[in-house]
Every structure is written in C-alpha cells, then in structure tokens.
C-alpha cells in the first residue's frame, strides 16, 4: 500500500520517553502506541484526552502493544472513533508471532458472549443494591435510637457501617466497569450514588487508579496498587529504594517490620483513600466541568449524611468510637481482599514484563481466592481476580461459569494460574511481606558504608 506511513518499535518507544502524565502527553510532540498492528497518535495537538471517557489510563500504554488494554475496556463505539488518531501501520518486519494464548482468549471472548454471560441479571444487581443498603439502614437505626444509651449498640453499628462502605465498594466497581447496564451513563450514574454518596470514595479517581493498575498489574513504578512505599514493600525492585534510608527514617522502620504493621496499615487505609479522592477532585484533573461539579456535590453529600448521624445522635465519646471502627474497620475490611488480589504475587520490571502478552500478564500476577459463600460475598466477586482481569466487564454472577474455561485454556498454555484461599491467600502476603523485611534489615545505608 502506497502512502502509509510505517513505524518501528523503537520510534513507538521513543515517542513514549518521559510521558507520565497528561501535560508531559500534551506539550511532548507525537504519543504513539499500536492497536492490532496499527500506529496511533495521542499526542500533543492530537486533542485524545479531552474526548477520551477512559482519561489519563491511555497513558500507561504508551510506546507498547496496547490492544489487550484496548479490548477490554471498549465497544465498538470506541473503534469507529480511531481512525481520527490513526498515524500509519506496525512496519510488518516488526510484527511478531501472533500470541496464541490471546487468540484462544479472543474466542473464548467470543463462546462467552454467545453463551450469554455478558448478560447482567437486573434482578441479582437489585438485590445487591437493596441488601447493601440495608445494612447501613440497619447501623443508621442502631445510631438513631442507641447512640446516646448504648456503647455496645454503637459498636455493632460503627461494624455495620464498614461492612456497608467495604459492600458499596464492590457494587459501585461493579457499575463502574460498566458490568451492569449496556448504558455507560447509567452505569456511571449508578456509580457515583453508590460510590461517591453512600462510600465517599471518587468516581473520577478510582477510574484513574483502577483503570491503570488493570491495564498493568504488578509492574513495578507503574501500577499504583504496589506503589505502597515506604510503608510497605512488595518486591525487590521495591526494595532498591532502600539503601537510600537512615537508620532514623520512618521508612526504615516499616518496611522492616512490615509483617507486624500490615495489619494496622490496612487499617487507615480508607481514611487515605477517602482523603486522595477529596483531594484528587480540588485539584484541576478532572477536565469536565460539569463531571468536576457532580464529584465536589457528591462527596459533600456523603460526609454530610455521614458526620450528621455520628454526631447529632451519639455522645461525643460514643460518637469517636463510630467513626474509629467504621473508617478503620472499612480500611481492614476493604484492603485485605485487595491485597490478596494481587499482593505476594511476582512484581515485574517493564522490562521484564515485555516477555508477557496483556492476558498473560493478567494471569501471572493475580490469585483466585477459591469460592464460597462466604468469599463470594465477603471479596464481592473479586476472588475470582483473574477471571474480572481477563473480562472487566463480565457481571459478577457470571464468573463460576468462565472460572473452569479460563483454568483450562491457561493450563493448554502453561500459564501460571493461582487459586487458593482467602487464609491461604494471606499467608502467602505475609511470608512475602516478612522475606523482604529480613532482606530490608540487612540493606545498609549507603552513604554509612562508604
Ligand atoms: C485510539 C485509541 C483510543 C480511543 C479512540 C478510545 C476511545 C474510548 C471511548 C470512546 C471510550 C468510551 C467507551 C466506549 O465507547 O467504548 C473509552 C473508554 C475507556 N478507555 Fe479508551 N480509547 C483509546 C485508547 C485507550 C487505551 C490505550 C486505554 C488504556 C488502558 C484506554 C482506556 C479506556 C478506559 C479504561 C475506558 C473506560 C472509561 C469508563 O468508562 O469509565 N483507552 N475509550
């Protein structure tokens, strides 16, 4: 074909230098990255991230093979808006053996979607939303009418309220991988009532975390998930960092004794979560104004309806013990399951994770957490971790039927796949997180040894 210009991975990789965020995107020249062998231009000039639903995500896959990111987070809707960032064609020297694990993904894709398991029951996602909601009916009860008398009545309420935040923070990921509705608006719609109103958690910035970590788990410096330090380590690559720490640094004193602080850290990690996504949304990230507006009212909302209830109808003591155990208790409650997710799991390099295809990658660094009752409703779906990696939009109820399909093909492939328990799961976070302290104490600062 004449008049098609072709790109080499080196010139893709280069245009990638030093972007990590939308302004570096915006005044760097070309930002390219390959979708199905085709060359894309999202750089300066090019206009991407004022049209693109999906933000700053794309950025993570910039100067790389984009298109198992690309596949599962859009429609068709998506593809017909390409060809205005369409620059040229992978130079065909470049184009490597097709990955033949993806091409079973691909139409195991396909059997899922004829099988109808893309398909969400309405019914399940009303039950879902009317029994989380009546747990924190339940805590608001036990407040109203006890708050002033009983401090064991607040203790059962202030442990209601965590469950409820730890359960709106399944459902509102639910509707915000658009799981629910073929709709996105109602899907989006959903998700800040849920999670902006009822949790206190942004939509705009857990879209920007969460989007990101998807579309490249465990990769060293570039999923936030493990972007733990200096409180917590989860890698060597981690662990780099640390002959760069005295003796006297906070940091040094974590990360040594990570395995005794995990659970406390676990603890406040709703109150800094809460607090990022305050935080994300004064600042000028979200680019929408009208989006910007809604986050700001929404989250208003919930701390209103939420510091009213602790403090209009409790004592003042009785009221810190609320707030103590739901925030912390949301804190354990909500960022264990995430670790067992992913955490104690291999940490890649970028460059080490060049050797994985997108899928594949999805699969080494996540653990299933086998299912039960119990872990079904307690992870809210994501014990089957490596399943919703695979097909982020696939309703929760479907994923005891695709479990057994994705095991199988990853074992005609010999991809790793890991399923264990939720006990299991922790103890291998553990024996990870007390490896790397015992390696951590014995990294000495290096400017005292010189
Ligand atoms: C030329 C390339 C791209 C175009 C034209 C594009 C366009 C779009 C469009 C139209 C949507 C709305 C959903 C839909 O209609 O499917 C969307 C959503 C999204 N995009 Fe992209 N996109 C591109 C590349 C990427 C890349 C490389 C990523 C990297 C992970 C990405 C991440 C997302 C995410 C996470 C969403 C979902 C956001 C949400 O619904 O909340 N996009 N994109």
Request: charge should be neutral; glycine fraction near 8%; include cysteine.
């Amino acid at each position: 074909m004449t008049g098609v210009r072709t790109f080499t991975w080196a010139e893709i990789e280069q245009s990638a230098l030093k972007k990590k965020t939308i302004l570096d995107v915006e005044k760097g020249g070309p930002a390219y990255m390959a979708i199905h062998n085709k060359v894309y231009d999202i750089g300066a000039g090019t206009g991407f991230f004022r049209m693109h639903p999906g933000g700053a995500v794309a950025i993570s896959q910039l100067g790389k093979d984009a298109s198992g990111a690309f596949e599962v987070f859009h429609t068709e809707n998506a593809e017909a808006m390409m060809s205005d960032f369409y620059v040229g064609d992978l130079d065909p020297k470049e184009i490597g053996k097709p990955n033949e694990f993806k091409k079973d993904i691909e139409i195991l894709r396909t059997k899922l979607t004829e099988m109808g398991c893309f398909e969400s029951s309405k019914l399940y996602y009303l039950y879902k939303v009317a029994s989380t909601l009546s747990i924190c009916l339940a805590s608001a009860y036990l407040v109203i009418n006890y708050g002033r008398t009983s401090t064991l009545a607040v203790v059962a309420a202030g442990l209601l309220m965590a469950v409820f935040f730890q359960q709106s923070g399944w459902l509102a990921h639910d509707f915000l991988h658009h799981q629910v509705f073929k709709n996105r608006t109602y899907n989006d719609a959903m998700g800040y009532m849920i999670g902006n109103i009822w949790q206190g958690f942004s939509v705009s910035w857990w879209k920007d975390k969460h989007c990101v970590h998807h579309s490249v788990p465990n990769v060293h410096g570039e999923d936030p998930d493990i972007n733990t330090m200096p409180f917590l380590a989860w890698s060597e690559h981690a662990l780099e960092m640390f002959s760069d720490f005295k003796d006297t640094d906070v940091a040094r004193f974590m990360i040594t004794n990570q395995p005794i602080l995990f659970f406390p850290i676990l603890g406040v990690a709703r109150m800094a979560w809460a607090t990022s996504s305050i935080r994300f949304n004064m600042g000028d990230k979200v680019i929408n104004p009208t989006q910007a507006l809604i986050e700001k009212l929404t989250l208003a909302v919930h701390w209103s309806w939420y510091l009213t209830l602790t403090f209009a109808f409790c004592t003042p003591l009785r009221a810190l013990l609320f707030l103590f155990l739901s925030q912390c208790g949301c804190g354990l409650l909500l960022a264990f399951v995430f670790t067992v997710n992913h955490n104690g799991m291999p940490v890649y390099s970028p460059q080490e994770a060049k050797q994985f295809d997108f899928y594949e990658l999805q699969v080494v660094t996540g653990r299933d957490v086998i299912s039960t009752t119990f872990s079904d409703w307690f992870t809210g779906g994501l014990n089957y971790q490596i399943e919703h990696h695979m097909f982020p939009t696939l309703p929760r109820h479907s994923f005891a039927k695709v479990q057994p399909l994705v095991e199988e093909l990853c074992k005609k492939h010999d991809v790793s796949f890991h399923k264990t328990s939720l006990l299991g799961g922790a103890g291998e976070i553990l024996d990870r997180l007390s490896g790397l302290a015992k390696q951590a104490a014995k990294i000495r600062y290096a400017a005292k040894s010189e």
